[in-house]
């Protein structure tokens, strides 16, 4: 008699045989997607390249950014005044790894010392999230502490507890909109608990990198609350750092990154960034601000990769629901933006799975990646990454990674 | 009778009533030299935008540049292989600013501790110099001493004493070529002894600034002799990282940095960009490796600029001589290449000429920025920056200087 074991076996020996090659790691645009934003390469020429203002951004100048560049953040990132955003480079990363690297040396506004100078520096971790965050603390020598998410985002009452207790404690990071991985958002609840609770530091920072603040899957966006604006409700308005970039809107590495905050917290960065830089690339900004127009123009643009990556998110979604719904092996989220589905599996199966569908030639993000530490204490969470592979190859590393899930958990029954 | 000293106090009040608005602070290219690389802007299309190897710059990768790149500074920056490169963002200033940065936070390749965890780190500063070097020490609170710049560079004696018996002393600021101000090249000799001088420090770093290694002024250019092979010859190879970029030659603010160094110094700087970027902006590559082809592009390109500033440098030159030649007021330098001139008055003058010239509307950079902590402990030296105005305005701001000189002279007689 044939068990559903051996049936298993047989569907993942055929599909060996296929000698398949795909990858559902990559969170990055597809092809298409930067199709999206070509015209922008011609719109800064020899004949046609000032700022909105009449000013010649070929030459040294604008540490922060031309001014309609800001305008424009600003807008993005909902801040009040252009005095609360700072232009950078071609990466938030950079933005990001850079604020941490400022911390460490010299302190934020209102550090009493460099945290580099303390006997220790925590970060609250949120997991699963965004590996480039934790390597950044494991790079700094900063200890992370996981705290769960929920439907809502962060777990408050651990948070809440933690950063009570332990004035070594100076930040978190929150991926707030769409997150990384889970497509969460977080609710205004959480919003207004992270900008009133209680820290033992006072120069405690939530890392708030948005982004995927504009990238919406449907019609209808997840709303998110104002974090700076409820930072400045609690008297807490130096307690956020606000992040995002184009990467995922124009071209992947050049794109246009900012920054916004207090005007205290970027009068503090801009002071730090005199040291590093005479300003960033300002045609590029030109190129962006032609494109875009304006905010809206963003918006319009955004409906565009919506179009392109939605069917390609239904279509994890309907492999997964079609070959492993009610089998209670796994959950899996249905994000309404941003550019990844996460895969919950019982625990002790994750890194099985991964290694399963490596065999078969399915590329998946390491199983853990998305914990500090890279550990994953249940062993549970994969990342799934839609955007970059085209839908067949999607539908295709799907069926394998099902099959994957169902033949680790029954070679374990 | 009329006086010498009441001839220059008359001249000095015809001056102002000229209202001048003059500016010789500025060491960045002028207008005419950012048009010889507008044909740049259009060599990347929605159209025709691939590297030479057929690949997409549009999408993330590529942590430390695309291969053509490279390859350029490799020639650029006279190192052996790509594997010695590193391609940077739009400013070899951050390349610069974050080497120093990581090696406080982590140390260097070989450091026994990071940098901000010893008592005292110190560097050498051979002066007049660049101010923003000086700067980025002082942020991080690195204590500068002082050395003398002698025709040939660093004064050898000096440098070779201090780091033979310091072993707080972890670098060296070097502008090799057409130093910043004083135009000067550091003679073969000079390089010779950098590369072989016994250091107490067994990480220290000369930071070989070459941001005017292509930026001659006449055809025949100073020759420079190579840091890197002379470190290898030494049994040094890790002693130095060189820095350039194309923000003088192309688009200031708008061009591609690069370091270049040991292949474990490369290694060691990849470890730790892997947590600061994804890679920096390839499209601007792309634009750069189209428009100069390949480095002998970029030498016939440097010849255009040449043909604009020489003339500019020699205004300065002819006003100081016909003004102050024979004297015995002060002593310039004529470069061979570079942005700046380089003026010593006599002690004590430095300060009393800029506050005269800003008072006839003439801003000259700020006596004793080019020394450590502002010092300049003869009040000597002033930095003339001749690439910005025209020559119109540079003869009438020379004249005014000159003047400037005259009477501050005369008063104290």
């Given at each position: 008699m044939t068990t559903q074991l051996d049936t298993l076996k047989a569907r993942f020996e055929e599909a060996k045989a296929e000698n398949l090659d795909l990858?559902?790691?990559?969170?990055?645009?597809?092809?298409?997607?930067?199709?999206?934003?070509?015209?922008?390469?011609?719109?800064?020429?020899?004949?046609?390249?000032?700022?909105?203002?009449?000013?010649?951004?070929?030459?040294?100048?604008?540490?922060?950014?031309?001014?309609?560049?800001?305008?424009?953040?600003?807008?993005?990132?909902?801040?009040?005044?252009?005095?609360?955003?700072?232009?950078?480079?071609?990466?938030?990363?950079?933005?990001?790894?850079?604020?941490?690297?400022?911390?460490?040396?010299?302190?934020?506004?209102?550090?009493?010392?460099?945290?580099?100078?303390?006997?220790?520096?925590?970060?609250?971790?949120?997991?699963?999230?965004?590996?480039?965050?934790?390597?950044?603390?494991?790079?700094?020598?900063?200890?992370?502490?996981?705290?769960?998410?929920?439907?809502?985002?962060?777990?408050?009452?651990?948070?809440?507890?933690?950063?009570?207790?332990?004035?070594?404690?100076?930040?978190?990071?929150?991926?707030?909109?769409?997150?990384?991985?889970?497509?969460?958002?977080?609710?205004?609840?959480?919003?207004?608990?992270?900008?009133?609770?209680?820290?033992?530091?006072?120069?405690?920072r939530i890392f708030w990198d948005n982004a995927y603040a504009v990238h919406h899957l449907n019609e209808e966006g997840d709303a998110l609350a104002n974090i700076l604006e409820a930072c400045k409700a609690a008297n807490q308005a130096d307690r956020v750092f606000i992040f995002g970039s184009t990467s995922k809107i124009t071209f992947a590495g050049s794109g246009v990154s900012a920054v916004a905050g207090s005007e205290n917290n970027m009068e503090w960065l801009r002071g730090h960034l005199a040291f590093q830089t005479i300003g960033p690339d300002k045609l590029n900004q030109v190129r962006h601000m032609r494109f875009f127009k304006d905010f809206n123009g963003l918006k319009e643009h955004m409906k565009k990769h919506a179009a392109i990556i939605k069917p390609k998110f239904d279509a994890v979604l309907e492999v997964l629901e079609r070959e492993l719904g009610g089998k209670g092996l796994a959950n899996w989220t249905n994000p309404n933006g941003g550019y990844f589905i996460s895969l919950d599996l019982n625990e002790g199966q994750a890194k099985k799975v991964v290694a399963l569908a490596n065999e078969l030639g399915v590329k998946l993000t390491g199983a853990g990646a998305t914990f500090p530490y890279k550990n994953d204490p249940k062993d549970s969470n994969i990342r799934l990454a839609p955007t970059y592979p085209s839908i067949e190859e999607i539908k295709k590393a799907m069926e394998v990674v099902c099959l994957c899930v169902e033949l680790a958990a029954s070679s374990e029954a």
């Open positions: 990858d559902m790691r990559r969170g990055k645009p597809g092809p298409e997607q930067l199709d999206l934003s070509l015209a922008m390469l011609d719109l800064v020429t020899a004949d046609d390249y000032r700022t909105a203002t009449g000013d010649d951004p070929r030459n040294y100048g604008g540490l922060d950014g031309i001014p309609e560049m800001k305008s424009f953040f600003k807008e993005f990132l909902e801040v009040s005044s252009e005095a609360e955003v700072v232009i950078g480079g071609n990466s938030s990363l950079t933005l990001m790894h850079d604020t941490v690297a400022r911390a460490m040396s010299h302190g934020v506004a209102g550090s009493e010392k460099p945290w580099g100078k303390l006997d220790k520096v925590k970060f609250i971790c949120p997991s699963p999230g965004y590996d480039r965050h934790f390597a950044i603390c494991e790079h700094f020598g900063i200890e992370m502490i996981t705290v769960d998410i929920d439907a809502d985002g962060p777990n408050m009452e651990q948070v809440e507890a933690l950063v009570k207790a332990d004035d070594s404690i100076k930040g978190i990071w929150v991926v707030p909109k769409y997150a990384n991985p889970t497509g969460l958002t977080v609710s205004e609840e959480v919003v207004y608990r992270l900008a009133n609770m209680t820290t033992a530091a006072n120069d405690f």
